[in-house]
């Protein structure tokens, strides 16, 4: 892993935080928590779109939507949970 790909995570994970935290309403989430969600969002969105055979492309924008599908779907559970 280079320092590019790392950096291209962590932007990728921001973007998609920072836009899930923002879609869902009642989770307020800091830079880094944002980075952290939407990180997990996109192992989240990869895994479940590899479940049903889906893919957006190879490209940074469909990076960033997996990535987004998933965070959103991490903070749904999470605001369930600490209702």
């Known amino acids: ?3 590019g790909t790392l950096l291209l995570w962590v932007v990728v994970g921001a973007v998609a935080g920072l836009l899930a935290d923002y879609l ?3 989770v307020k989430l800091g ?3 944002a980075i952290i969600v939407g990180m997990i969002g996109a192992v ?3 895994f479940l779109f590899s ?3 889906f893919s957006l492309g190879g490209g940074i924008i469909g990076d960033i939507i997996t990535s ?3 965070a959103v779907i991490v903070l749904l559970i999470y605001r369930f949970i600490k209702k």
């Open 1 to 3: 892993m280079t320092i």
């Open 24 to 26: 869902i309403k009642g």
């Open 31 to 33: 830079l880094v928590a």
């Open 44 to 46: 989240v969105g990869g």
């Open 51 to 53: 479940l049903v055979g």
């Open 68 to 70: 987004l599908i998933g």
